[in-house]
Structure formats: C-alpha cells, structure tokens
C-alpha cells in the first residue's frame, strides 16, 4: 500500500509539470538524482535543476529524479517509479547540512547500504544495487568530510565545466572497470573529484586533526572548480505548482558575492563574484513559456543597483512580474519600486542580519539603520503587506545592549508603517525571523565557537519579551538546539559521519550518539579554534588564503570594515592571485 501511495503521488507531481521529458530506459544508461529533502523544496532548487538538466541532456544518458518520500513510503523516481536499487550511478545535490541524515536514510530505505566501504566491499564493477555515488552542491565543497564515509566521489564546485567530462568518462567505463580503479584514474583525471577512501585523516591525542594524505598520483588537496563565464544565466528548466516557489521561473543574476559579510559561506566559497551581463541575464528571462509571468531573480542581494534597475525595466516592458527571497536594503531604486507595485508583490524580506549598528561592523554588512529604516518604508508604500526581517544572535561580540537596538529598530519600523498604514486603513505586518549564528568553514568566523544553548534560549526569551503585545509583529525563531545540530555538521569531521550513520541505524537522537560513540558537540561546535589548527574541510582547496581569513576575524572583533571585492585589483583573499 506504501508504493502504491507514493507511485500515485508520483504521478500527480509528474503531470503538473511543464519542461520536463521522460526517457526510455532501452539502450541509455541509468542514473539516478537525489534531492534529499521534500519535492517541493527540491524543485526551487536551481542548482539541482541545472545538474538535472545537464545530465539529462545527454541522449545516451536517462536520468531521474529521486526527493524525500513520504513519511515511511518507499523512494521511487518521479519519472518511472523506480526504485533506486535500479540505478547503477546516483548522483546527490545537497545544499544543507540538516540534509545530510535525510540523504542516509534514502539510500537505507532503498535496500542499500550509505556506507562507501559496505558498498565496495568486494572492489567489484559498479552495478545496480550496489551504485557509484557521487556527491555535489554547496554544502559539500564548504565541508565534506561529514558526508565522506557515505560517498565514492564529490564534484567539487560548480558542475558545469566537469561534469560532462565526468560523465562521458563514466559511460565508457563504469560496468567495465573494478571501482577502486576507476575512481582512482577519475580522482587523478579530472579537477574537482574528491575520492574520500583514496585520502587518509590523522588526529591528535586531543583530537584535533593532525594530517591529511593522499594515495600517489593524487591532488594532495583537491581544487574547486568555477564557471568562468556564461552566455545564457542559470534559469528554471522545470515549472510546476507543487514547488515551494508555486510555476515561479527563476533566474539568477550571478553567483558570488562582492560584499564579504564574514559569516556567508556562499560569499566565500563562491570567489571570484561573477554577475552575469544584463544580456545574459534577459536572455534567460527570454526562455520564460509565454503562459507564466511570474519571475524570481536569485542573488537581488548581491546586484548592482544599476543593473537591477535594467532588468527592472526589461521586465516592467515584458509585463513579469516580480518575487525575491530577499533584497538588500541599499539597493532599492525607483524602477525597482515601480516593478514591485505593478507585480503586486505583498510579501517581502531585508536582511539586517546583525541586531545592532555595531554587530552590522563586526559581519562587515555594510547597511545602516537609515537603510533599512528608508527600505522597509518603500517597500510598504509600494504595496507590500508582509514584510519579514532576519536577524540572527549569538553573533561574536554580542551583548544585551545590541538586542535592545533591535528591539529599537523594530519599533522605529513599526512607527513608519503606522504613518503609511493609517491613510489607508490597513498596516503592514511584521514578522522577525531570528535565527541562531552558525559559524562556517571557509568564512572569517570559522574560528569562533557557536554560543552556549542556555544564554540563546536566554536572549530570545529578552527579545520576545520586550516586544510582548506588540500589534502586528510576530516573530518566528530558530530552536538554538537545532542550531547547535547545525554547527556540529558544519565543523565536523568523518567521526561526526559515522555518528548520523549510528542515528538512522539505530533510531536515537544526535545528541544520544554523539555520547555513545564519545564525542563532544562541543568539540565540533562550541570551541574557539586557533590560527595554526588545521581543519578537516582544507582537504579542499577554496584557493582562500587562510592567514586572510583570520585577518578578517581580527577585524571582526575590532570592528573594522573590509571593502567590497574589485576583481579587477583586489588581491587580499588569494582567490584571484593571478601568480
């Protein structure tokens, strides 16, 4: 009865979509995708479109998609209702470390096994059952190693310039070679191929980690790979009803960010910034079906106020529409404006991300408090209804004193909606969305440690106190437990792998596991790390010079600011050394 449920939604899904195709198996070698999460948050993943488009658009090559069955149901591909068993490739795109136990527990309710080392046990050829898995997205190259005991290989960084190459290699050979082999020629072969098993880990008595070697003939670390340049920007290749971002066709306006807000990940790991051209960006609104009018851009934040003014204007002549996820509070313009009150847009978000002047100092953000205040008021009188703000606590440095100027720049917005609101008899709601600080690899803050659990409950419980009552404003906040979980997986190693491997085995908590298995979240989480420490994700190479890194937290905490990258001259961070 199970399958039977989930074949029927399945085919429900199937049949709202618009721009996807279904292959014959007959003569074409099978792959599977997997999304680890629900269908309707995988299908507003771009990145998890482009990949599937990519492999897809290979005529020798069927590829299907795999999400987060329901409930207990067993996982079938959307296209056939298959079973993953049926696919001797799987590729995975994971973009969030809360995915990592969602993506385990795929492959052990499909009869195979997450263990790399269980599924090679007999160095055999790669066939159905026992598959070759390989492992992209950003969460992977910010830090593998969590998910390194459960995959043969990782596409390290963008999948356009290698996975082509990848793939056609593996069509000649995957069936024909044992698979030490050939992972050990991919691992040597191509850039950006990560081969766990092929490098070895060494800790010290305390447990911090004391080398990293790879087998002969390997990168000793394996270098990211970067799109370089783009004719067409990425856009949607699916639309359907049932993604989280309802018959939305996305486009986004580059990938990178210039800004260097020290706790972003993605800012980090994404250098050089590269915005697409107006023209490689209106190109790819061009391929919008006709019948859909609604258009997301992804990256508003990291826009230039000129170049969305452009587009703004292309898409008021085209009569789009206009959703974001969020914008940046110094980029709104009146072209911008004007598109947002004839998209009928009445939901919205800023990111301040720092509760006060001084916290936006320490993360180098960049915004001040008139930038938000001047924002939130455009925004409300151009229509907006709903307007959402992120913040987040526990950030270095923070004191009572920066939640009281959050508390202030709430009230502050509050007072501005009202004198909108009154004239027209109905006042805009806010909601605060509070999340805990999770420190990143490959970020300044990779040094800090995540703030005790007991003092966040403690400030959420001040905030919410001191705007108890407040007419509509509501605030929605991130459980600080959950967000330890977090910055366990973001700054663990193999051992925390082999801990989510225990929890889907056994059925016990995070926190139950790590116990047993005699590690400490606080270890992984909690401590502040030293400028000489190695860590466990520099078995991939960002090309981000460490010592800047730890510049960059020094300035943090003395509340210095850095400038925007220029990569035409700028040469701080190494990522665009031209020796």
């Excluded at 992209?136 to 996975?163: H, K, W, Y």
């Excluded at 452009?310 to 206009?322: F, P, Q, T, V, Y």
């Amino acid at each position: 009865m199970r399958r039977k449920h989930y074949y029927s939604v399945n085919q429900e899904f199937l049949s709202r979509e618009r721009g996807g195709q279904r292959k014959k198996w007959k003569g074409r070698l099978p792959v599977a995708i997997i999304f680890p999460n629900k269908y309707r948050v995988g299908m507003s993943n771009l990145g998890f479109q482009l990949v599937f488009d990519l492999v897809n658009s290979d005529p020798d090559i069927v590829c299907e998609r795999f999400f987060l069955p329901f409930r207990s149901s067993f996982p079938l591909s959307i296209e056939s209702d298959r079973p993953l068993r049926d696919f001797p490739l799987v590729l995975c795109s994971v973009s969030f470390e809360h995915d990592y136990l969602n993506l385990l527990q795929i492959f052990s309710t499909s009869g195979i096994s997450p263990l790399a080392g269980e599924r090679s046990a007999d160095n055999s050829i790669v066939a159905p059952g026992s598959p070759l898995v390989i492992c992209g997205g950003v969460a992977t190259f910010i830090n593998p190693e969590p998910l390194a005991p459960f995959v043969d290989m990782f596409i390290v960084g963008e999948a356009e310039p290698v996975l082509p190459a990848v793939m056609e290699y593996l069509k000649a050979w995957l069936g024909k070679s044992d698979r030490k082999s050939l992972l050990h020629e991919m691992g040597g072969r191509f850039d950006g191929c990560y081969v766990p098993h092929l490098y070895e880990v060494g800790y010290n008595e305390d447990g911090t980690l004391a080398s990293i070697s790879a087998d002969p003939d390997l990168p000793a670390r394996v270098k990211r790979v970067t799109l370089s340049e783009t004719g067409t920007a990425g856009h949607s290749r699916i639309l359907t009803p049932d993604a989280e971002f309802s018959d939305l066709f996305l486009t986004e306006l580059g990938r990178g960010c210039s800004r260097g807000c020290r706790f972003c990940a993605a800012g980090f790991v994404y250098r050089p910034p590269r915005l697409w051209s107006t023209d490689a960006i209106i190109d790819a609104l061009s391929r919008k079906p006709e019948a859909v009018n609604r258009v997301g851009l992804l990256g508003m934040e990291m826009a230039r106020p000129d170049d969305l003014a452009l587009i703004a204007g292309h898409m008021l002549r085209e009569s789009c529409s206009l959703s974001f996820s969020s914008l940046r509070a110094d980029a709104v313009s009146p072209l911008l404006i004007e598109l947002l009150e004839k998209s009928n847009v009445k939901s919205a978000a800023i990111a301040p991300d720092g509760s006060s002047e001084r916290l936006r100092r320490v993360i180098n953000k960049g915004i001040t408090e008139d930038d938000v205040l001047c924002t939130a008021e455009s925004l409300v009188q151009a229509g907006v209804m709903n307007l959402k703000l992120y913040f987040m606590i526990g950030l270095p440095t923070e004191t009572m004193e920066d939640l009281d100027e959050l508390v202030e720049l709430t009230l502050k917005i509050k007072s501005g909606l009202l004198d909108i609101g009154r004239p027209r008899g109905r006042i805009a709601n806010m909601m605060l969305s509070i999340n805990c600080f999770v420190p990143k690899a490959w970020t300044p803050f990779q040094f800090c440690g995540f703030e005790r659990v007991g003092e966040l409950k403690k400030r959420l419980g001040y905030i919410r106190k001191k705007l108890a009552g407040l007419s509509n404003v509501t605030i929605k906040a991130e459980q600080p437990g959950r967000a330890l979980f977090q910055a366990v997986l973001a700054k663990g190693d193999r051992r925390v792998g082999i801990a989510l491997f225990e929890m889907v085995r056994t059925g016990q908590n995070w926190r139950q596991v790590l116990r047993s298995q005699g590690l400490d979240p606080a270890f992984f989480a909690m401590r502040e790390r030293g400028e000489s420490e190695m860590f466990p994700w520099e078995i991939i190479d960002n090309s981000i010079d460490r010592n800047y890194l730890f510049h960059e937290y020094e300035k943090a905490l003395k509340e210095k600011p850095t400038s925007a990258c220029d990569t035409t001259k700028c040469r701080r961070c190494g990522v665009c050394d031209d020796g």
